[in-house]
Structure formats: structure tokens, C-alpha cells
């Protein structure tokens, strides 16, 4: 590829065990890892992709950096500093467990304080876990306008659902936000 044209920092967050390294791997490689541990502080992940600008300015050279944060609960102390200088958040939750999604509002009030305008995609996991479903997409979609969030998405990163769609989706809102 060309020079970059941009580069943006995205933060992976929610409670452990959601998905965030396995959404993240499978974007990156492709490939699902059944074998992924927890995250202890934070994981790294990059990967340049060719974006066509929504605005009619052709295409752009884009680096993403993917900050995947440790989802426990000791590890929260480290958002505030995470948060400084990115450019789009995941919200992840897990379908079969409502207290992934309740957990949103503690994990917003943080980001908010550091970084108000910044971009949050709420992206409910697991979907190929349908049948131990517990939070109804409706209820995602309504907890996505109530936070006024970019957007929500029902993802698989064990199959691949909706993956590329969801960093494809937020990519076109950052860079919107710098045309």
C-alpha cells in the first residue's frame, strides 16, 4: 500500500470474557483462536486497510491500531489513560450475559471524561450462541440510541458474522470525522 493517510487508535473494551481479543484476532488473521486467554493489561493489534471517503475525495491509506483492554475489573484503572488520543471505541457484550451489557455504564462515564466526542460502536458477541441468547438485539439497538452511540451490531468472531462490517463501519465514521 501507499503512505498512510491516517492513523487512528481504537480501544476494545467491556467485561471479560465478551470477546474483544478473539473479535480483534479474527479481524486482523481471518482465523478464529478457540484457545485465547485472558487479557492481562492490554494487547496490541494493527492493520492498514484502503477506505473509499463517503465525502468524494477518493481513497485513503489507514492504519488501525487496536488497543484490546483487559476486561477485569482491576484492570479498569488504566482507561483513563487509554482513552487519550483515540479515535473510535468498541463496546463489547455477550449476548447470553445481561451483566455484560449493564456494565456499559460505568465503562462510558470514563471515556466520556477523557475523550467526550469520541466515536462508540456498541457490538453485541456471540450471536452464533443464539440458542443461550439473553439480551434481545432490540434491547441492544435501545441502549445504543439511549447512550446516543454511533451505532450497534450483533457480531460472531467465532464465525465471522458481521466482523469486517463493524471495523469497515466505524473506520468510515472516524475518517468522516476528519474530512
Given at each position: 500500500?501507499?503512505?498512510?493517510d491516517?492513523?487512528?487508535?481504537?480501544?476494545?473494551?467491556?467485561?471479560?470474557?465478551?470477546?474483544?481479543?478473539?473479535?480483534?484476532?479474527?479481524?486482523?488473521?481471518?482465523?478464529?483462536?478457540?484457545d485465547?486467554?485472558?487479557?492481562?493489561?492490554?494487547?496490541f493489534?494493527?492493520?492498514?486497510?484502503?477506505?473509499?471517503?463517503?465525502?468524494?475525495?477518493?481513497k485513503?491509506?489507514?492504519?488501525?491500531?487496536?488497543?484490546?483492554?483487559?476486561?477485569?475489573?482491576r484492570?479498569?484503572?488504566l482507561?483513563?489513560?487509554?482513552?487519550l488520543?483515540?479515535?473510535?471505541?468498541?463496546?463489547?457484550?455477550?449476548?447470553?450475559?445481561?451483566?455484560?451489557?449493564?456494565?456499559?455504564?460505568?465503562?462510558?462515564?470514563?471515556i466520556?471524561?477523557?475523550?467526550?466526542?469520541?466515536?462508540?460502536?456498541?457490538?453485541g458477541?456471540?450471536?452464533?450462541?443464539?440458542?443461550?441468547?439473553?439480551?434481545?438485539?432490540e434491547?441492544?439497538e435501545?441502549?445504543?440510541?439511549?447512550n446516543?452511540?454511533?451505532?450497534?451490531?450483533?457480531?460472531?468472531?467465532?464465525?465471522?458474522?458481521?466482523?469486517?462490517?463493524?471495523?469497515?463501519?466505524?473506520?468510515?465514521?472516524?475518517?468522516?470525522?476528519?474530512?
Amino acid at each position: 500500500m501507499s503512505k498512510i493517510d491516517f492513523t487512528f487508535k481504537i480501544l476494545m473494551l467491556g467485561s471479560e470474557s465478551t470477546g474483544k481479543t478473539s473479535l480483534s484476532e479474527r479481524y486482523i488473521t481471518g482465523v478464529f483462536n478457540p484457545d485465547i486467554r485472558l487479557t492481562v493489561g492490554v494487547e496490541f493489534y494493527v492493520k492498514t486497510v484502503e477506505v473509499d471517503t463517503k465525502e468524494g475525495k477518493g481513497k485513503k491509506v489507514v492504519k488501525l491500531q487496536i488497543w484490546d483492554l483487559g476486561g477485569e475489573k482491576r484492570f479498569r484503572f488504566l482507561l483513563p489513560t487509554y482513552c487519550l488520543g483515540s479515535s473510535g471505541v468498541f463496546f463489547l457484550y455477550d449476548i447470553t450475559r445481561p451483566e455484560t451489557l449493564d456494565a456499559l455504564d460505568s465503562w462510558i462515564q470514563i471515556i466520556r471524561e477523557k475523550n467526550n466526542d469520541i466515536p462508540i460502536y456498541l457490538v453485541g458477541n456471540k450471536i452464533d450462541l443464539e440458542d443461550a441468547r439473553k439480551i434481545p438485539h432490540e434491547h441492544g439497538e435501545q441502549t445504543a440510541n439511549m447512550n446516543n452511540l454511533v451505532g450497534h451490531i450483533e457480531v460472531s468472531a467465532k464465525r465471522g458474522d458481521n466482523v469486517e462490517k463493524v471495523f469497515q463501519e466505524l473506520t468510515d465514521i472516524m475518517l468522516s470525522n476528519c474530512l
